[in-house]
């Protein structure tokens, strides 16, 4: 008699047994990812609440021993007026003793918004509807631009320093497209943001209302972006990618990274002082020299606690010199 083949295990049953040893070995591995997940998940619940409680903790006004004057202010502008940790500019006049002074804040204040948003996007409808709810208003506050000079607009502002390495005395900014971006474009969006707010102002009877703008100091430009609680990287860096795409190391050549930094600025706060100096009721704070040490920053955009209180005292005379 002829013996039985002995049937080979189907191609099914295979395919069955190595994805059951896969689903094994994988196991730890999903079980470990899972619990990754759901202890980042945690901590941005937690991250999340936390901005909840600031910023409802930034209304809050202070309590003062002698009467206050309320001062009824509308605002718009970046993260320097809209900033987790409730540091910024904005938190600040709401809860700091300002001695005889309340300030009542309304705002359109988002973190990253643009001069193009903020100008001819949807903000300044939003801006309106603000001065138009709160005729009382008596001054104006903006803060914008900081957002415009950096990646990839700082990128198309760079030589790349190779190539000016070969040609002595080419400067590391190409300061024909700076005057451009800066000099007529970031000029011709500040101006025509005056004539918009002018324009609603003179609607609800408030034509001279004091309208306030402040430049940027000097940051460092040392590749450190948001982080607070263990979570790192949010956002930014801001200034370190295009510097260090265009050849600027970060240990190499600091101090050229820095001057690189301080032109740009300088070009930005010249630019707002001149828009200023054409209109009237329209002041330009400038902050630059105000923070000095690196300490200071809590990274390459957004100074600290101690840093913003600095800053808002300067933005708070202003205010008290012409309301």
């Known amino acids: 008699m002829k013996e039985r083949s002995k049937k080979k295990p189907s191609s099914r049953k295979k395919s069955r047994k190595t994805s059951e040893r896969r689903k094994v070995g994988q196991a730890p591995i999903r079980k470990k990812s899972r619990k990754v997940a759901r202890q980042l998940s945690k901590r941005i619940t937690e991250l999340s609440q936390a901005v909840d409680a600031q910023r409802i903790q930034a209304y809050e006004q202070p309590r003062l021993a002698v009467p206050a004057r309320h001062v009824h202010v509308v605002a718009m502008g970046d993260s320097w007026f809209h900033y987790f940790p409730a540091w910024d500019i904005l938190s600040q006049l709401r809860t700091e003793n300002w001695g005889d002074r309340l300030y009542d804040i309304e ?110 100091d000097y940051p460092f430009p040392d590749g450190r972006g948001w982080s607070l609680a263990g979570l790192h990287s949010w956002a930014g860096p801001w200034l370190d990618p295009p510097l260090s795409y265009k ?31 054409a209109h009237p009721n329209t002041y330009y704070v400038n902050l630059r020299g105000t923070l000095t040490t690196r300490a200071q920053w809590h990274n390459e955009l957004h100074p600290k606690e101690p840093g913003f209180n600095l800053i808002t005292k300067k933005i708070e005379a202003q205010i008290r010199a012409v309301v």
């Open 107 to 216: 705002d359109t204040a988002k973190a990253g918004a643009t001069l193009n948003e903020m100008v001819y996007g949807r903000t300044i409808a939003d801006t309106y509807q603000l001065l138009h709810q709160h005729p009382e208003t008596e001054v104006f506050l903006f803060s914008g631009g900081g957002n415009d000079v950096t990646n990839d607009q700082m990128l198309d502002l760079l030589y790349n320093r190779k190539a000016i390495d070969n040609i002595n005395g080419t400067p590391e900014i190409n300061k024909k497209v700076m005057q451009g971006l800066v000099g007529e474009v970031f000029y011709r969006a500040f101006d025509d943001l005056i004539g918009l707010l002018r324009y609603k102002m003179n609607q609800i009877g408030k034509p001279n209302m004091p309208i306030i703008f402040h430049g940027y």
């Open 247 to 277: 050849g600027y190391d970060r240990t190499a050549h600091a101090t050229v990274r820095l001057k690189i930094v301080h032109d740009l600025l300088d070009a930005f706060n010249n630019m707002l002082a001149s828009v200023v100096s």
